[in-house]
């Protein structure tokens, strides 16, 4: 897909991640983070796990955020660019056509191509409510049935503190005696 600037608003935080220098990678698409070897990739390159839900939970795991540059390929292998990934804020996404409305909050996942065989680099679906580890974001406005984009508030497990906070203060309460 050609670049698009989805950001819409708050802050983005983005972050500097290398990419494979032979991987091509278009603004707006959503990246994530192999864990093994640290590249930032677009949710395409991901292998098929024969269903959307794993492949959909595998991708949210890893999810770094939205590509905010774009990085050609070129053919030196040796060259490992950066490229600007917003970890946080609300983003504008293409979805198919929603058949009933959907409120506030909902999770939103990654989207598949239509043979099931690859995920899509910048389209959304909804996932169940039951299914939150599928999602890499949070419907920040409503939308109506028939909506064709939403806006999508990220939620990135990789670039999130709220664990860190929480486990430093539960530390340091116990430490206290509290």
């Known amino acids: 897909m050609a670049d698009?600037?989805?950001w819409k608003f708050f802050e983005t935080n983005p972050v500097q991640c290398p990419v494979q220098a032979t991987e091509a990678v278009e603004i707006g698409d959503l990246i994530y983070m192999e864990?093994?070897?640290?590249?930032?990739?677009?949710?395409?390159?991901?292998?098929d796990r024969a269903s959307l839900?794993?492949?959909?939970?595998?991708?949210?795991?890893?999810?770094?955020?939205?590509?905010?540059?774009?990085?050609?390929?070129?053919?030196?292998?040796?060259?490992?660019?950066?490229?600007?990934?917003?970890t946080e804020g609300v983003f504008r996404y293409p979805v198919a056509a929603l058949a009933a409305a959907v409120p506030l909050g909902i999770p939103f996942g990654v989207d598949e191509n239509a043979a099931g065989t690859a995920l899509l680099d910048q389209q959304v679906e909804q996932v169940p409510l039951t299914s939150m580890e599928r999602a890499i974001g949070l419907l920040n406005k409503p939308a109506r049935a028939g909506d064709t984009e939403i806006e999508l508030r990220l939620c990135t497990r990789i670039m999130t503190c709220?664990?860190?906070?929480?486990?430093d203060h539960q530390d340091s309460s116990s430490s206290s005696g509290v």
Do not use: C, K
């Open 35 to 47: 864990y093994a070897d640290g590249l930032a990739r677009p949710a395409s390159t991901i292998a």
């Open 4 to 6: 698009v600037m989805r």
């Open 53 to 86: 839900g794993a492949n959909q939970h595998y991708f949210a795991y890893r999810f770094l955020g939205v590509s905010m540059q774009r990085h050609r390929a070129s053919h030196d292998p040796a060259d490992l660019p950066l490229i600007r990934v917003a």
């Open 162 to 167: 709220a664990e860190i906070e929480q486990d």
